[in-house]
């Protein structure tokens, strides 16, 4: 492997200089040297005409050292100027969402969001750190980098990965969740910790977190439509409400009944309301 190529321009001229030391003699190191030898074949055939030592002096000065000790000084002093002169790149930016509007986020580092209706984002991207901020729901693909953390702070908690998918809704400051579509999660409140994989989730109240398993991820949405498959009804209608800004209400003792289908966001609130009604045989209301 030629570490030649690998570089900069500036310090790669400094390597020539460095290579070329290694084989180069001055002229006048070898006139000193065929000088000394004429002096020491004077002096042995004379060696009384001057009070002068036979010995060849033992300091010598070698100019190919000390040309390589100057190449070495001055690469070293460009690498340290290129490193400190290094400039930490940041990304930043800011989203909000009203209500039945979804935006799709794709950030610098390949990392993608859909950010749900009536929710705010803002991140920063940094040379070791990917950091968001959420308020409402969003769902994540990260784009995988171990040596750039990606967390997510929402409320009093916190998401860490590397690289996976995963949604989490935070309307509620008191009452959050996390679903983890693909991959591993941790997930922090301020006074408890817990590991998620692939189709577990957690729900936060009051900064105390419960897991929980499910076959898949009840619920997915785009920016034209939600789309539910076996969700509970008072998860349908809690994101329903989410979404419209208008308040879904159902009788308490069906909200365990399960529910699948599909809404498009330029449907009416009212219209939403009654195909939900009519399908599950209960009463679904919207104010």
Same mark, same amino acid.
């Given at each position: 492997m030629n570490q030649k190529n690998n570089l900069p321009e500036s310090l790669s001229e400094f390597q020539d200089i460095w290579d070329l030391a290694k084989s180069y003699t001055p002229k006048e190191a070898n006139s000193n040297d065929a000088s000394w030898a004429k002096l020491q074949e004077k002096l042995s055939n004379n060696p009384s005409q001057l009070n002068i030592s036979s010995d060849k002096p033992k300091l010598k000065?070698?100019?190919?050292?000390?040309?390589?000790?100057?190449?070495?000084i001055t690469?070293?002093?460009? !690498?340290?100027?290129?490193?400190?002169?290094?400039?930490?790149?940041?990304?930043?930016?800011?989203?909000?969402?009203?209500?039945?509007?979804?935006?799709?986020i794709t950030l610098e580092d390949g990392s993608s969001i859909i950010l749900a209706a009536n929710s705010t984002l803002s991140y920063s991207i940094s040379n070791n750190s990917r950091n968001i901020k959420l308020h409402g729901k969003a769902r994540f693909e990260v784009a995988k980098d171990p040596s750039?953390?990606?967390?997510?702070?929402?409320?009093?908690?916190?998401?860490?990965?590397?690289?996976?998918?995963?949604?989490?809704?935070?309307?509620?400051?008191?009452?959050?969740?996390?679903?983890?579509n693909h991959g591993k999660v941790k997930v922090e409140s301020s006074d408890e910790e817990i590991i998620l994989t692939k189709n577990l989730g957690a729900t936060i109240q009051n900064t105390h977190i419960s897991g929980y398993q499910l076959p898949e991820n009840p619920m997915e949405w785009d920016e034209k439509s939600i789309r539910f498959k076996n969700a509970e009804l008072s998860m349908v209608v809690e994101n329903l409400t989410e979404f419209t800004g208008k308040?879904?209400?159902?009788?308490?003792?069906?909200?365990?009944?399960?529910? !699948?289908?599909?809404?498009e966001f330029n449907q009416k609130p009212e219209e939403i309301a009654s195909i939900i009604s009519t399908a599950l045989n209960t009463e679904v209301t919207v104010q």
């Open positions: 000065v070698t100019y190919t050292r000390w040309i390589s000790i100057a190449a070495a690469i070293f002093a460009i !690498s340290g100027m290129l490193f400190f002169n290094q400039k930490t790149e940041t990304f930043t930016g800011e989203f909000l969402t009203k209500n039945n509007q979804v935006s799709t750039k953390p990606f967390t997510v702070e929402f409320d009093n908690s916190k998401v860490t990965v590397l690289g996976t998918g995963f949604d989490i809704t935070s309307y509620n400051k008191n009452h959050q969740y996390v679903f983890v308040k879904f209400s159902i009788v308490p003792s069906d909200s365990k009944i399960k529910f !699948s289908g599909s809404f």
